[in-house]
């Protein structure tokens, strides 16, 4: 049971990231008068929606569950057991947490979860949006590389190819959202500034 404690707490760390997506998407409809796009306009939004939101219900669920079962499936079994693999992943998530935190707080009332095409949102450039351009999902990613690391099983796996592919849709739509409301200044952020991983890592 002790080598299962990382996947616990894991699971208690995801639960707390998105109880506080919850929150700031509760805090912004108080203070600039909408749900931050929580299921965003359009029919694209809206599919993305229909599995997003699963996705994320299992990715809590998996490595907070899996650890009580007796015996639990083959599906919810992870393949193999690293000890050691499973704290650094634990350290990796808490880190991957901790600067969501602040990205958040950079990105303030023009936080938002999805995109709404009529409407108008500050260009945010600086603090970790001058390294890359998708902090936020950059560091979504890394947290569920790490849940991937701390419980791989075969669900936790289909679980995170679609989190993964989901990022990577919503990344280059919300592009495409700031490129034609913001025109030549994000243009020119874009080719200044790498998309996921920060330079001198990648070249773009």
Known sequence: MLARVPSVLVGILLAIYWARVLHLARKIRR???HTAN??????????????????????????????????????????????????????????????????????GNSWRMGIDPTEKTALIVTGP???????????????????????????????????????????RREEKYLANLHGPAYLDYCRRVPRFIPRPLVSR
């Not at 809590?60 to 693999?85: D, G, K, M, Q």
């Not at 679980?159 to 989901?166: D, E, F, P, T």
């Open 129 to 171: 949006y001058a390294i890359i351009r998708h902090p936020i999902y950059a560091l979504s990613s890394l947290l569920m590389l790490a849940t991937i690391a701390v419980m791989p099983s075969p669900l936790m796996m289909i679980v995170g190819v679609l989190h993964l592919a989901l990022l990577q849709l919503e990344s």
């Open 38 to 107: 929580i299921i965003p306009p359009g029919i694209l939004g809206c599919i993305t929606r229909a599995v997003w939101f699963p996705v994320v219900f299992l990715w809590i669920t998996i490595p907070l569950v899996e650890p009580f079962i007796a015996h639990p499936p083959a599906i919810l079994r992870p393949l193999i057991i690293w000890p050691i693999i499973s704290w650094i992943a634990v350290a990796v998530a808490v880190f991957a947490f901790v600067l969501t935190l602040i990205c958040w707080k950079n990105m």
């Open 31 to 33: 203070s600039a008068g």
